[in-house]
């Protein structure tokens, strides 16, 4: 929904500017335009190395492309770990190697797409469960070093966000110095027509509204969709976690999934009865 809420706040401002009386050629500068987005790129390239730049596009795109989790993504990952633990029980955990080695060729997990294409949660899943298969890893274990994958996962996620989030504060800020420019250009034409003069102010009023714009309007209310992506995201995790961990550690594997279901966000959790169709039935 980020396109459609940046299409209703402009409209929203431009028709109450416009019912006002104002007019929208006044507030197209191009002059303010550069120096705003201008200095706010270069600060942004001044506080983020490449990697982290890289991060921010990728966050950035990923915002405007929207999340691709949801009930459906769940119902998927769960019945894909109903089967690879149902099958490790029946034929013990050497019986995964296969599917876990190349999930491409499993005829268990080719068959989810939306758990295929995930690439993060599926190499998640699936080294998790090598750990275990190679014995590099005791059961008792393994908590502690999902964990730990967790945690680095949340710190790195955050890192282009620090970067975004300082960037939309010092926007007004940045505003001001285009109004405080736009004001030296206005007191050089101050012994011109006070038509010339008023455009002038007028021009450098601009570039406060433009900082104040950009950070309130655009850039904190994408930030707010890349956090919550980002919390979806490792609950994604999380679920993968808990479904193993209970496993590993004894439970059946309708258990195992139980636990899952429940670590599931409320507005995306499926039911008790979607998730034993799915588990049960066949993709």
């Known amino acids: ?159 282009p966000v620090n970067v975004l989030t300082k960037v939309g504060d010092g926007l007004p800020g940045i505003g001001i110095v285009g109004a405080v420019l736009g004001i030296i250009i206005t007191m050089g034409h101050i012994d011109g027509p006070p038509s010339e003069v008023g455009h002038h102010v007028a021009s450098a009023l601009v570039g406060t509204f433009l900082g104040v714009f950009f950070a309130y309007c655009l850039i904190n209310p994408v930030i707010a969709v890349i956090e919550q992506m980002h919390a979806e995201e490792s609950k994604f995790l999380e679920v993968i976690k808990v479904g193993t961990l209970s496993f590993i550690g004894g439970g059946t594997p309708a258990t195992a999934v139980e636990y899952a279901r429940r670590a599931i966000f409320s507005f995306d959790r499926p039911t008790m009865e979607e998730t034993e169709t799915a588990c049960k039935g066949a993709k």
């Open 1 to 159: 929904m980020v396109i459609p809420g940046i299409v209703f706040v402009l409209v929203a401002i431009l028709t109450g500017y416009s019912i006002a009386g104002g007019h929208i050629s006044a507030i197209i500068q191009p002059a303010e335009f550069i120096t705003i987005l201008g200095a706010s790129f270069g600060t942004m390239i001044i506080m983020a190395p490449k990697k982290i730049m890289k991060g921010i596009f990728g966050n950035l795109t990923h915002a405007f492309k929207g999340s691709k989790l949801g009930k459906q993504a769940y119902l998927d990952v769960l019945a894909v770990m109903f089967k690879l633990f149902s099958l490790a029980r029946k034929q013990g955990l050497l019986a995964l190697e296969s599917h876990v080695g190349d999930p491409k060729k499993s005829d268990i997990v080719s068959k989810y797409p939306s758990l295929l294409h995930n690439h993060h949660a599926l190499e998640f899943l699936t080294e998790s469960l090598k750990l275990v298969i190679d014995g590099s890893v005791q059961p008792e274990e393994l908590e502690n070093l999902l964990d730990s994958t967790l945690d680095t996962e949340k710190a790195e996620n955050h890192m």
